[in-house]
């Protein structure tokens, strides 16, 4: 038989917006010692609003715009629908397309008006050798914004800033789960600049930058020779690093790959929750004692 005091946690486990999948993982919470937390989707919203346009070369920012969109019309990319919604907010219509792929981690590529089209972040134009350009995408980048870049037939021909909202919930979870004596880390693809801005904004312990998705396990393995760890994620990427961890936390809008590679669910996709996930383990797992 269930005990009791497992029965009544999994009832307020209910009311305070988090659903078990695993009970050993729950059972695992009271010890942990560190949350990595993804960044786009987890302690962000998400949800990407075009703030800048860079035009180069001739080009006007709306064929920046153009271009950038008709390929991310074929991604489901957070940064993606935020291109694209610029796109129809400035009533502009999308080129025909061929060869579409998406770049893990990297960007999306297509074949439009006979040319290649790249979105793509800053470290694929590294790898390639190619400048951003002047000093303006740094400047935009360490106010927090995520600079994505077009490329066309390997030429820069524009940048688009997208900024993303930290979820008005992450400060405070971020305080309370430091409070129970429990590090913060965030594990994201995004620039450096980038996560050096929101992990300033929350205060966060520890961060790691540009990791590709593949990359994102390992890098809670190296963080688990440190401390017990739980990873909360939303997205296709964050699944495996969610299977690794010692617990694995979903945000519950968060893909379906996601939640059904996590232990717990936060239903609210409430970071808090994850801190409450933590304190009923705890006094649960005492009152077994
Ligand atoms: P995160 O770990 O923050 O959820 P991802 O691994 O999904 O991020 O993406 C990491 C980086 O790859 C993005 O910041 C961006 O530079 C680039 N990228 C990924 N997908 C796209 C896309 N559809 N369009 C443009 N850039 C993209
Ligand atoms: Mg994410």
Excluded at 4 to 15: G, K, M, P, R
Excluded at 94 to 104: D, H, K, S
Aim: hydrophobic share 45%.
């Amino acid at each position: 038989a269930v005990p009791l005091v497992i029965a009544v946690s999994t009832a307020i486990a209910a009311q305070s917006g988090f659903l078990i999948r695993d009970r050993s993982a729950f059972e695992r919470a009271r010890d942990l010692q560190a949350v990595v937390f993804d960044k786009t989707g987890t302690l962000t919203t998400g949800r990407f609003g075009v703030t800048d346009v860079l035009a180069f070369g001739g080009a006007t920012e709306n064929d920046v715009i153009q271009a950038a969109a008709t390929v991310e019309a074929h991604s489901e990319h957070p940064i993606a629908r935020g291109v694209v919604r610029s796109a129809e907010e400035r009533g502009l219509s999308l080129l025909p397309l061929e060869n579409f792929r998406a770049i893990p981690g990297k960007g999306v590529e297509g074949t439009a008006a006979g040319r290649a089209v790249r979105v793509v972040g800053p470290g694929y134009l590294a790898e390639k050798g190619i400048a951003a350009g002047d000093g303006q995408v740094e400047t935009l980048q360490r106010q927090g914004k995520t600079v994505v870049f077009l490329l066309e037939d390997e030429r820069l021909t524009g940048a688009l800033a997208l900024a993303d909202i930290i979820r008005p919930e992450s400060r405070e979870a971020i305080e309370r789960l430091r409070e129970m004596g429990v590090r913060c880390m965030m594990l994201t693809g995004d620039n450096r600049d980038v996560a050096a801005w929101v992990a300033g904004e929350l205060g966060l312990d520890e961060f790691f930058a540009g990791v590709l998705p593949h990359e994102k396990a390992a890098k809670i393995r190296e963080v688990q020779e440190r401390y017990r760890v739980a990873m909360v994620g939303d997205g296709i990427n964050d699944a495996p690093a969610l299977v690794e961890a010692d617990v694995g936390i979903a945000i519950g809008a968060g893909t379906d790959v996601a939640v059904e590679s996590a232990d717990i669910v936060l239903v609210r996709s409430d970071p808090r929750d994850a801190a409450a996930v933590i304190g009923l383990a705890r006094k649960t797992y005492r009152k077994m004692l």
